[in-house]
């Protein structure tokens, strides 16, 4: 049986592994989220912080914010009483995605490591659609 100071050393010793790999990835996210805000114009792009990690699995998602269509659609299933606003938002994060590549294996891991992503991604690109009406009078 091993002692508690080896157990102690070997948890310490994978944790600092894991935390260089997470440094390492989160490097990679935000080089394309910087190359995304170029595209797509700094306020027209949200970045969501994914809250664990995993090694192949991003630490950021980026969505766009939503085109005028999309927000309508989304309005529109939101609007009746007893809405699934939760399927809304998801439906808004899979039309404004960015980042990772809906194709990739690190948009399938993080999916299906943190499954609430596609919401909170959704509401952000929401709250950018509708920052950019305010800012346009609309």
Do not use: C
């Given at each position: 049986?091993?002692?508690?100071?080896?157990?102690?050393?070997?948890?310490?010793?994978?944790?600092?592994?894991?935390?260089?790999?997470?440094?390492?990835?989160?490097?990679?996210?935000?080089?394309?989220?910087?190359?995304?805000?170029?595209?797509?114009?700094?306020?027209?792009?949200?970045?969501?912080?994914?809250?664990?990690?995993?090694?192949?699995?991003?630490?950021?998602?980026?969505?766009?914010?939503?085109?005028?269509?999309?927000?309508?659609?989304?309005?529109?299933?939101?609007?009746?009483?007893?809405?699934?606003?939760?399927?809304?938002?998801?439906?808004?994060?899979?039309?404004?995605?960015?980042?990772?590549?809906?194709?990739?294996?690190?948009?399938?891991?993080?999916?299906?490591?943190v499954p609430g992503i596609l919401t909170r991604a959704g509401v952000a690109a929401v709250h950018l659609a509708a920052g950019m009406e305010q800012a346009?009078?609309?």
């Amino acid at each position: 049986m091993a002692s508690l100071e080896q157990i102690e050393r070997e948890r310490a010793e994978r944790k600092a592994a894991l935390a260089d790999a997470r440094l390492a990835q989160r490097e990679q996210d935000m080089q394309r989220l910087n190359e995304l805000e170029i595209e797509h114009g700094d306020s027209n792009v949200a970045f969501v912080e994914v809250d664990r990690f995993s090694p192949g699995m991003p630490t950021i998602a980026v969505v766009r914010g939503l085109r005028r269509p999309e927000l309508k659609r989304f309005r529109d299933l939101t609007r009746p009483k007893g809405a699934d606003a939760a399927a809304a938002a998801e439906m808004s994060a899979e039309s404004a995605w960015l980042y990772p590549d809906k194709d990739s294996d690190a948009y399938r891991a993080l999916v299906d490591a943190v499954p609430g992503i596609l919401t909170r991604a959704g509401v952000a690109a929401v709250h950018l659609a509708a920052g950019m009406e305010q800012a346009e009078g609309k």
